[in-house]
């Protein structure tokens, strides 16, 4: 059972002021929130202060990610690559 309150905080938190951002934070987090382990909720949490800039450029333009964001990032480019 998903937590509904985290659930739409991080939902609300994806919505980005990039369209771009929007179109990959979003369906990831709708078709994988359900699944996350306790470390991938806190990595997710931790992903969403980062600035859209830095958002963009680590899963819009390929840019290696701060390594504390590194396995999130690649979890979601993973999944952009496999939708």
Same mark, same amino acid.
């Given at each position: +059972?998903?937590? &509904?309150?985290?659930?739409?905080? *991080?939902?609300?938190?994806?919505? @980005?002021? +990039?369209?771009?951002?929007?179109?990959?934070?979003?369906? *990831?987090? /709708?078709?994988?929130?359900? #699944?996350? &382990?306790?470390? /991938? %909720? /806190? #990595?997710? @949490?931790?992903?969403?202060? &980062?600035?859209?800039?830095?958002? *963009?450029?680590?899963?819009?333009?390929?840019?290696?990610?701060?390594?504390?964001?590194?396995?999130?990032?690649?979890? %979601?480019?993973?999944?952009?690559?496999? @939708?």
């Amino acid at each position: +059972m998903t937590n &509904s309150t985290e659930y739409n905080r *991080f939902w609300w938190h994806s919505r @980005r002021g +990039m369209l771009e951002l929007d179109l990959v934070l979003l369906p *990831f987090l /709708e078709n994988n929130y359900a #699944s996350f &382990s306790e470390s /991938e %909720i /806190e #990595s997710y @949490r931790a992903l969403l202060e &980062s600035e859209d800039q830095d958002l *963009f450029s680590w899963l819009v333009t390929g840019r290696p990610p701060e390594p504390e964001h590194a396995n999130m990032v690649n979890t %979601i480019r993973e999944y952009v690559h496999n @939708r």
